[in-house]
């Protein structure tokens, strides 16, 4: 060890009671300063290793100096100028996580990790965004979701230029569209995944853990993603706007989806019929057309159906559930945009206007309907005499003539 060193930062700085220990620490926070600013002497770099010949992982408590020699990891091609970086990098390799909550006994690899896992049992939530209500407790979490105000995304693709919020969504991007690497193999089927995170969820899989509980319902999630995303069905949490109608949402796909509404973009294509789509399920529905795959079947009766959706809709004609209730008057529906739609005989919301006459609609299908007065369109034919309707009750009603 350099006694000139931590002599120099004993004399510029009141000791105290500090121990050798935290000097060291000092001289590591001033060396890391000095590296990142572009100045400091390569002399003045300092080599401390740990003694301890004992377990890996679990012996290093001491913070490791940045060394002259760059640490190589021998299971990807990379280098780490700090060991202790260089250490966590091999704990993941090996399995290790030698930092322990205390208080639910979960480990981490990382002594960071659980001093933000820390703060979910405190409830502290340091770090508060300037724009809305929300707090994080990483000022790493507080960055991406600024992002989401200010829409940067200041991570681009050298190869196709799509741009993005996160370095972690750009790495995904490459491997899943340019290089097709896929380096996190399931030991049990034969999947790979692009990322160690995505594996561990798929293990899921085969083992049925499902660790994240609703406090509210306590139904279980394989991902604590979904489990936030499932507390907004109990909280009624829209946060995602349209700037254009101020629609509010409570998926921002569902958000990105609906923008598209607007824009009249139609990225997905069929590669059967040329047809359009703006969102990939609906595509994904209507390649079934073609195909005749109906995939999800009834277990009560003999019909079959092309989206899960469709199914569970269905049971709740054998079971009689309506789960949607109206919370002015107590009326049931079936499906949530039954009760949406209903809401607006108590509200008069009418949210279609009618560009030519300006006459307001409670629903979309009504408003393409109420067009036809203006653009004379007769898209309903009748098989034996060729007359033309606007209407499919009005052709229903003409066909009785010819019985």
Known sequence: MSNTLVNDVCKSEPVDDKGEDDVLCDLLSRHVNNVSS???NADDVVDVEQADDSDTCNSW????IISHTPHPCDVHDRQFTRGDCWKNDLCIHAGEEPHMCDVCHKLFTEFGSLKIHMLTHTGESAHKCGICTKAFMSSSDLTKHQRTHTRDRPYICDVCHTQFTQRGHLKSHMMRIHTGERPHKCGICTKAFISSSDLTKHQRTHTGERPHTCDVCHKRFTERGDLNVHIRTHTGERPHTCDVCHKRFTFR?????????????RPYVCNVCAKAFAASRDLKKHMFTHTGERPHKCGICTKAFMSSSGLTRHQRTHTGDR??????????????WLLNLHMRTHSGERPHKCDVCHKRFTQRGNLNLHMRTHTGERPHMCDVCHKRFSYSSSLNVHMRTHW
């Open 323 to 336: 789960p949607y209730s109206c919370d002015v008057c107590h009326k049931q529906f079936t499906e949530h």
């Open 253 to 265: 796909h569902n958000l990105n989806v609906h923008m598209r509404m607007h824009t009249g973009e």
């Open 38 to 40: 572009g100045f400091g």
């Open 61 to 64: 408590d001491q913070t490791t």
